[in-house]
């Protein structure tokens, strides 16, 4: 057994067994890929709940969002944060794509990320409404589903169960830093895919897109950039999930086309003219919110639907994205 999971909850979703859950992680990722993210859960719940250095990390150290609220009240901005984190607005975001098929051509791709839809009742209506409705071929998730960076589980499936239900046609997703792995039967048997390091083909008219996905990169370090891309076809665009846009290099000199992450917020609490203070990831700050380039390859990194550390937000809206694809 991988450490002391006495801090991670399993499925209560008529789910099996945590020994038949993780039997059934294993058997989905391999033993390694498994244990390994189980482990460094187990190791992560420790820490944080003795107290150790890595508390001190912004996301861990949930004293801190009381220092943001107390702050915020301090200077009179607090309820204006609170009500930009509960307005989830839709922002359309077109991508002329090199070598795109004829047959994908206009085609669009709902982008959810950071979601942290266990935050708040409030929080989780905004995001499942602003879903609603909208139309689209393909829904992509890249991560965070959990407000905290551990404990329970249940409330965030419930919510995600709930915004499923929203959402037409495929869903894709990957994992990211505040989320277990043990989400991973779950989701699945919600017709959500969780591309754990893998890749599939996304056909249209007998043309090809090419879909990859890695685990998280940013803390869990489990990402595999080689597997995930193993299988793209020859000439078909590739276009890559990730939480965090910190692979961006990784993912360029893969011949990645196409980059869809979020993690950062944009900053979430950010100056006039979404000057972010503070982004926690090792990128240039110009890949820290929506479009950029590096080399040939596009991306796009959300700043995400909900909220970390405390549910609020300055100068930083939150956004569902719909991308969709140009032929250029």
């Not at 187990?42 to 944080?48: F, G």
């Not at 602003?130 to 998730?141: F, P, S």
């Amino acid at each position: 057994m991988p450490g002391n999971l006495s801090q991670m909850s399993a499925p209560a979703l008529d789910g099996p067994p945590r020994s038949s859950l993780e039997a059934r992680l294993e058997a989905r990722l391999g033993r390694v890929h498994a244990r390994a993210r189980l482990g460094i859960e187990a190791d992560h719940a420790s820490q944080v709940f003795r107290n150790a250095r890595s508390m001190f990390h912004p996301e861990n150290w949930y004293s801190f969002a009381g220092l943001i609220r107390a702050g915020l009240r301090v200077t009179g901005l607090y309820g204006r944060a609170l009500r930009n984190a509960r307005t989830v607005t839709t922002v359309r975001n077109p991508i002329g794509l090199p070598g795109l098929p004829e047959a994908f051509d206009g085609y669009r791709i709902l982008h959810l990320s950071d979601l942290h839809i266990d935050a708040s009742e409030e929080s989780a209506h905004a995001i499942i409404e602003a879903a609603r409705g909208l139309d689209y071929d393909l829904c992509v998730l890249t991560g965070d589903y959990r407000f905290r960076t551990s404990g329970e589980i249940e409330p965030t499936l419930r919510n995600l169960q709930r915004l499923r239900a929203s959402l037409s046609g495929q869903v894709f997703a990957v994992l990211g830093n505040h989320d277990s792995v043990l989400m991973v039967p779950a989701m699945e048997d919600m017709d959500i895919s969780v591309l754990m390091n893998e890749g599939t083909v996304l056909e249209r008219d007998g043309e090809w897109l090419y879909l990859a996905g890695i685990d998280d990169a940013h803390f869990f370090g489990v990402e595999n950039m080689e597997k995930a891309l193993d299988g793209a076809p020859g000439g078909a665009p590739v276009l890559l999930l990730s939480h965090t846009p910190e692979v961006y290099r990784q993912a360029a000199h893969g011949g990645v086309d196409l980059l869809l992450c979020g993690h950062t917020h944009g900053g979430q609490l950010c100056l006039p003219g979404m000057i972010p203070l503070f982004l926690d990831a090792r990128i240039p700050r110009a890949l820290g919110r929506g479009v950029w380039r590096y080399g040939d390859m596009l991306g796009y990194t959300s700043p995400g639907a909900g909220t970390s550390i405390a549910e609020v937000r300055l100068n930083c809206p939150a956004e569902i994205t719909l991308h969709t694809l140009h032929r250029a």
